[in-house]
Nanobody, 121 residues
Framework: QVQLVESGGGLVQAGGSLRLSCAASRSIGSINAMGWYRQAPGKQRELVATITNGGSTNYADSVKGRFTISRDNAKNTIYLQMNSLKPEDTAVYYC???????????????WGQGTQVTVSS
């Protein structure tokens, strides 16, 4: 029901910046929340940041003050602005749509394919 396409990943030196984008195939205003998660090799996937359809945001402690999640409802897109990048930020970053309506008392979650972010020291 919802296709998510991430872009903007790449290779950057420590201290640099990147902006990730996630384009959704339907209005993100109709989705309860969207967010960014990441998974490094050999590690569990972890939450990076989320934003609700009401505009509330939540961040992992490890990225507070460095990353900013935002949305553009007209473009059905969310962004993750990443500043002061560190080598430990290296991971595949995934976009996620949460609470997509699928009928009475039903909702579904969707994942994007992911985009690689590599931060060199």
């Amino acid at each position: 029901q919802v296709q998510l396409v991430e872009s903007g990943g790449g290779l950057v030196q420590a201290g640099g910046s990147l902006r990730l984008s996630c384009a959704a195939s339907r209005s993100i205003g109709s989705i309860n929340a969207m967010g960014w998660y990441r998974q490094a090799p050999g590690k569990q996937r972890e939450l990076v940041a989320t934003i609700t359809n009401g505009g509330s945001t939540n961040y992992a402690d490890s990225v507070k003050g460095r990353f900013t999640i935002s949305r553009d409802n007209a473009k059905n897109t969310i962004y993750l602005q990443m500043n002061s990048l560190k080598p430990e930020d290296t991971a595949v970053y995934y976009c996620r749509a949460e609470g997509v309506y699928a009928g009475p008392a039903r909702s579904l979650n969707y994942w994007g394919q992911g985009t690689q972010v590599t931060v060199s020291s």
